[in-house]
T-cell receptor, first 112, second 116 residues
Framework: QKEVEQNSGPLSVPEGAIASLNCTYSDRVSQSFFWYRQYSGKSPELIMSIYSNGDKEDGRFTAQLNKASQYVSLLIRDSQPSDSATYLCAVNIKNTGNQFYFGTGTSLTVIP | EPEVTQTPSHQVTQMGQEVILRCVPISNHLYFYWYRQILGQKVEFLVSFYNNEISEKSEIFDDQFSVERPDGSNFTLKIRSTKLEDSAMYFC??????????????FGSGTQLSVL
């Protein structure tokens, strides 16, 4: 069964701190990995994608992928109150189709 | 910047009525999807569509649901006889087709369906 698991939180960090969000997945054929941010009542917004083992940095965001451990994480440096949202981990699997599976999301609150 | 557009943003219907949710995917994308999210719950996959046919569907996508691409731009989700538990935010999404991987999934702003 293909599953994406995240801690639901809530996770609270003070403004300026590093927020660390974690995700594990069960399907070894997962090929691409994504982090989405979702504000309440809004659609998911893509913020990071990663395809190879290691780190990928984009501004204040760093995604980390470890395929051997089936683990992907997102670090948010210098957290801002505007980062307060639910963060969804998603994996893309290409078997017969082209499927994206989502975790339940981690709620992040950045405290001013 | 290209975006996925959905109409209507809100739809209220009576139980047992048919509803059609409409989407215009990003023009050069080839995979189209419907997801739903019940308030406070996870984003759930309903169906994916490629090359004018359903490529995958979930257990949620039963005989009451159907999808169609009636022309070159629109992608619709029809619920034939709505139930109370169909109340949710329905998201349309689309992605490119790349052989090497790295496709990204882009969402529309959603249609909030309320079944009374």
């Amino acid at each position: 069964q293909k599953e994406v698991e995240q801690n639901s939180g809530p996770l609270s960090v003070p403004e300026g701190a590093i927020a660390s969000l974690n995700c594990t997945y069960s399907d070894r054929v997962s090929q691409s990995f994504f982090w989405y941010r979702q504000y309440s009542g809004k659609s998911p917004e893509l913020i990071m994608s990663i395809y190879s083992n290691g780190d990928k940095e984009d501004g204040r965001f760093t995604a980390q992928l470890n395929k051997a451990s089936q683990y992907v994480s997102l670090l948010i440096r210098d957290s801002q109150p505007s980062d307060s949202a639910t963060y969804l981990c998603a994996v893309n699997i290409k078997n017969t189709g082209n499927q994206f599976y989502f975790g339940t999301g981690t709620s992040l609150t950045v405290i001013p | 910047e290209p975006e996925v557009t959905q109409t209507p943003s809100h739809q209220v219907t009576q139980m047992g009525q048919e509803v059609i949710l409409r989407c215009v995917p990003i023009s050069n994308h080839l995979y189209f999807y419907w997801y739903r999210q019940i308030l406070g719950q996870k984003v759930e996959f309903l169906v994916s569509f490629y090359n004018n046919e359903i490529s995958e569907k979930s257990e949620i996508f039963d005989d009451q649901f159907s999808v169609e691409r009636p022309d070159g731009s629109n992608f619709t989700l029809k619920i034939r006889s709505t139930k109370l538990e169909d109340s949710a935010m329905y998201f349309c999404a689309s992605s490119e087709r790349r052989n090497v991987g790295g496709e990204k999934l882009f969402f529309g702003s959603g249609t909030q369906l309320s079944v009374l």
